[in-house]
């Protein structure tokens, strides 16, 4: 089935360690997202790719980071993480930029820093 | 600027219960509303979606109306199970700046009793 797979399910760091999250999409959409989900909150976006346009959140830490390096791949990168990064990261993939198209989500990738 | 409002949970019901989950929002455009349900420790599975005015989405038993002239886009089940048991999610997408992102509610936990 096609779908959007993140990797690891769980990740636990140190403060202030480097660390990337990633997802892959086997439906082929153009466009991908990154949001912060932290606990009993609605997802938060960070950023998103309009194919290899990248527009970030102006609320978005200067800390946290993308790539994508093919239209399948995109990485969440954090550069020093702090104690207050730790949610659930959660990547969705849609088809076009319109608005009435749905967003396909991943599970999320647990992410707890020490 | 765009808006959702949900009703604050959580919602605790007896099996084969009615449900209302109520969600009214704010736009400046046309936006496209969406219910997503998000069970423990995974991601977002879109529920049900409406693109216009009128439209009735409909998923596994689960309803929802947009209607324009409250600006709003209820969540009803006749009959609930204990595996809808999870956190529902409204959300709108409309042209911001140019692009389209969700704006989410604040979810609605629902638990369902045996």
């Known amino acids: 089935d096609a779908m959007v797979i993140q990797n690891p399910r769980y990740q636990v760091t140190q403060f202030g360690k480097p660390v990337t999250l990633s997802c892959s999409q086997t439906l082929n959409h153009n466009v991908m997202y990154w949001y912060q989900q932290k606990s009993s909150q609605a997802p938060k976006l960070l950023f998103h790719?309009?194919?290899?346009?990248?527009?970030n959140e102006a609320d978005t830490p200067d800390n946290f980071q993308s790539r994508r390096p093919n239209t399948s791949f995109c990485f969440l990168d954090i550069r020093s993480p702090g104690l207050g990064d730790t949610a659930m990261y959660l990547c969705?993939?849609?088809?076009?930029?319109?608005?009435?198209?749905?967003?396909?989500f991943g599970d999320g990738t647990r992410l707890s820093i020490l | 600027g765009d808006s959702v409002t949900q009703m604050e949970g959580p919602v605790t019901l007896s099996e084969e219960a009615f449900l209302t989950i109520n969600c009214t929002y704010t736009a400046t455009g046309y936006p496209s509303l969406f219910w997503y349900v998000q069970y423990p420790g995974e991601g977002l599975q879109l529920l049900l979606k409406a693109t216009k005015a009128d439209d009735k989405g409909s998923n596994k038993g689960f309803e929802a109306t947009y209607r324009k002239e409250t600006t709003s886009f209820h969540l009803e089940k006749g009959s609930v199970q204990v595996s809808d048991s999870a956190v529902y999610f409204c959300a709108l997408s409309d042209s911001t700046s140019g692009t389209y992102k969700y704006i989410f509610g604040t979810g609605t936990r629902l638990k369902v009793l045996a």
């Open positions: 969705a993939t849609s088809r076009e930029d319109y608005s009435n198209q749905p967003q396909h």
């Open positions: 790719y309009y194919d290899k346009d990248f527009n």
